[in-house]
């Protein structure tokens, strides 16, 4: 079969053959002007507008059950090495508890995403401060999930 292929401006006749690998190409136009590409408009960033102030919590809330609270987990202060979500998921299982001693590479806990198990490894060796974090409850992208101290 033959084709005919432009490359960088160039212009092939191309011929395959139907019982082997060979490939010939024979050049039969000379260079060709790339099309000029076409212009770049350059449109100003959209604005952001700034974030809301959170709202002060109640002196006396009443917490509900871990699992059924699917609000974003609060920051954590203090020292200590935070391990965060990578992506958004639900968590399957959690194989620590505050106050386990873990070693860098150990799992932590099994998060599923896009129907895949993914491992949550421990960044560090130290001891589990806390777990925020319960079975079947939900994360976001960079929510933090366990607090190594």
């Given at each position: 079969?033959?084709?005919?292929?432009?490359?960088?401006g160039?212009?092939?006749?191309?011929e395959?053959g139907?019982?082997?690998?060979?490939?010939?190409?024979e050049?039969?136009?000379?260079?060709?002007?790339?099309?000029?590409?076409?212009?770049?408009?350059?449109?100003?960033?959209?604005?952001?507008?700034?974030?809301?102030?959170?709202?002060?919590?109640?002196?006396?809330?009443?917490?509900?059950?871990?699992?059924?609270?699917?609000?974003?987990?609060?920051?954590?202060?203090g020292?200590g090495?935070?391990?965060?979500?990578?992506m958004p998921?639900?968590?399957?299982k959690?194989?620590?508890?505050?106050?386990?001693?873990?070693?860098?590479?150990?799992?932590?806990?099994?998060?599923?995403?896009?129907?895949?198990?993914?491992?949550i490894?421990?960044?560090?060796?130290g001891t589990?401060s806390?777990?925020?974090?319960?079975?079947?409850?939900?994360v976001?992208?960079?929510?933090?999930?366990?607090?190594?101290?």
């Amino acid at each position: 079969m033959k084709y005919l292929v432009t490359l960088n401006g160039n212009e092939y006749e191309v011929e395959v053959g139907a019982d082997s690998v060979t490939l010939t190409a024979e050049r039969i136009g000379a260079v060709k002007a790339a099309p000029a590409p076409a212009p770049v408009v350059s449109r100003p960033a959209p604005a952001v507008a700034p974030a809301p102030a959170p709202a002060p919590a109640p002196a006396a809330a009443v917490s509900a059950p871990a699992a059924a609270v699917s609000a974003p987990a609060a920051p954590v202060s203090g020292s200590g090495t935070t391990v965060a979500a990578p992506m958004p998921g639900n968590i399957l299982k959690v194989m620590v508890k505050p106050g386990d001693a873990v070693k860098s590479g150990q799992i932590l806990l099994l998060l599923e995403a896009m129907k895949m198990e993914n491992e949550i490894y421990s960044p560090c060796d130290g001891t589990v401060s806390s777990v925020l974090v319960s079975v079947g409850g939900t994360v976001n992208s960079n929510d933090p999930m366990v607090v190594i101290g």
